[in-house]
């Protein structure tokens, strides 16, 4: 395989919705087929899954032609630092309560851009979080733990 | 006549303090979010889904109905304002309107983005209210054969405007439907891709895939581009447009508004089409056609026209046939559907103050929606100029919030960050998320239909193409598709 094959924009595509079509095929053979008439839960993913390679591999093929490369770099490190920020708040806010889930969200998020100024990261932490406790968990009365076992009560 | 009795029932429900009040809160929201740049309708909406979860039923859409063309209408803000086109709907107006703001008259092309809507929302509102009922009592007609061939037209009409690569976007669509029939088998009980995952079993929620796809994926993009975005940074000083603007946009506005108006009935089309096809021909009209793209007005007004229209008549296929046009639309369906209200061609006759009622409301919604922004442009301004790094943590914020408070599990937050990282792959390759969003709406209701359509016939394909409704909807399918390959053909023949 040529190196640049690795930044062929449709040979990547097409690799991508193969991959997808294949697995959506092999998951769905534990699944009931039927027949046309009265079709299994496995038919219609199955065909879907078909069809899905059928498309990746035209797009694939045409990326061998092309050659099209991938426009600009990857950003992993906003794409990771942005993920983790979601999965933080996913894991704090259960466990932790809102604030602290905000909170970290906020600071791996902002991480995530050109500039980190502490200060501003704090401020907008603060405004927003209080933005987002008033019309949440004030305003529509989500039952949301603000710190763990600290509750707003009205 | 009928409809006045029936338009009178409408403005009764949508004149009550209480859902006036939902209504306005709902555009106020709409635009405060929809003006965020890279935040569309769709994601707008997504994430502010939850806070009608405890509404009446009129209530809860009347709002959603507002949160849509308020955001909307923030978006075309957005495109005027900033030199980078947020959503797909109003990336035409990004064009010549952001020109028109380097002239110094940003002013101006806010107003007539503002009249155009106003006018082309009436307009288009007005359709729903002729149209629906006739449209209603045809689709009564309509079997598991005709759902399936129209849904089929819509996938692949999406798949082709998507404005990316066809190939790729009837690929996406595909992939769409397959995330789609995730969780539990309504036919069987069996479920399927599941992979013992218990948050998976009633499927992967919109608000999942809508926020994954569009916004977070949008932000890294955006996080990753080297060159930053242009904002207009002059004062707005002067927001009249002048006796000869008014003159120059009356037409375009018109044209916007028909064009718009017909491809907002189509599924699958929607604003983001009905707005490039009038810029194309506001430009073939145009006795100076070098004057687009360096501020011609008329290159704002016809796709707001356009847009705003077609974000009407959008309403149209989801209210008479209970089948989304476009994803947006998938979601206010999802909203009434949660609410108890089946969709289909009955609603009218067994819910018309919700009906009506919602037609009223997005009349005064649309008066709303100028009276509240033209005062209040400043603030969008102020908005708009604070720097990107601010912006882009409160937009997650908003994310994970809107997508925890819709099940309070943290399982559909993680969800959403590794559709996230999906949404970000396929951007880079390339691939168009609207294509996949109709598919993964349409998922559930194709395989049920087709299922349907397939034991009626006794498992005989040609039902699709024998039933002269079907047939038409089939041929349609074909034509579009046509349309796009032709060029493509005779362009590798010219070259051989």
Known sequence: MKPDLFDNRDFLAGLLFIALGVLAIAVA????????????????????????????????????????????????????LITLSILLFGALVDRLGIIPALVAMFFTAAAAGREFRFKEVLLLTVVMGAFALGVFVYGLKLPYALFPGVWWTS | MDILSNLALGFGVAFSP????????????????????????????AMLLPITFNLPAVAAITMLAGIYYGSQYGGSTTSILVNLPGETASAVTCIDGYQMARQGRAGPALAIAAIASLFAGCVGVLLIALAGPAIAEWALQFGAAEYTALMLMALVASAVISGGDVL??????????????????????????????????????????????????????????????????????????????????AWPIVRGTAV???????????????????????????????????????????????????????????????????????????????????????????????????????????????????????????LLRAPYRWLFPSIIMFCCIGNFSVSNNPGDVYLCAAVGVLGYVLAKLECEPAPLILGYVLGPLLEENLRRALLLSRGDPTVFFTRPISLTFMIATLFVLAVVIAPGLRKKADNA
Request: aromatic share 8%.
């Open chain 2, 260 to 382: 718009g108006s017909f491809f907002g009935v189509l599924p699958g089309t929607g604003p983001a089409l009905s707005s490039f096809a009038t810029y194309l021909l506001e430009k073939k009209l145009a006795r100076d056609p070098a004057r687009f793209g360096r501020g011609a007005i008329e290159g704002v007004a016809a796709p707001e026209a356009a847009n705003n229209a077609a974000a009407q008549t959008n309403f149209i296929p989801m209210l008479t046939l209970g089948l989304p046009a476009s994803a947006t639309m998938a979601l206010l369906l999802a909203a009434m559907t949660m609410q108890g209200i089946e969709p289909g061609p009955q609603v009218m006759l067994t819910r018309p103050e919700l009906f009506w009622g919602l037609i009223a409301s997005m009349w005064i919604g649309n008066l709303m929606l100028v009276i509240l922004n033209l005062p209040l442009i400043g603030l969008w301004v102020s």
């Open chain 1, 29 to 80: 053979r534990d699944y009931p087929m039927g027949v046309a008439m009265r079709m299994g839960p496995g038919y219609f993913p199955t065909v879907l899954g078909g069809i899905l390679c059928l498309f990746g591999g035209a797009v694939l093929v045409r990326g061998l032609r092309s050659g099209q490369q991938v426009s600009g770099d990857w950003g992993w490190r906003p794409l990771g």
């Open chain 2, 168 to 249: 790729k976007g009837l690929a996406m669509v595909v992939l769409g439907l397959m995330i789609g029939i995730v969780g539990v088998d309504v036919n069987s009980g069996m479920q399927r891709y599941t992979f013992g995952v218990p948050e998976l079993v009633d499927g992967i929620g919109f608000t999942v895939i809508a926020v994954g796809l569009f916004a977070v994926a949008e932000i890294v993009v955006n996080l990753e581009r080297k060159d930053p975005r242009e904002v207009y940074t002059g004062k707005i000083t002067n927001l009249m447009p002048t006796r000869g603007d008014l003159k120059d946009s």
């Open chain 2, 18 to 45: 209480e859902n006036l009040a939902y209504c306005f809160i709902g555009v106020l929201l709409g635009t405060l979010v929809g003006v965020l740049p890279g935040v569309g309708p769709l994601v707008t909406i």
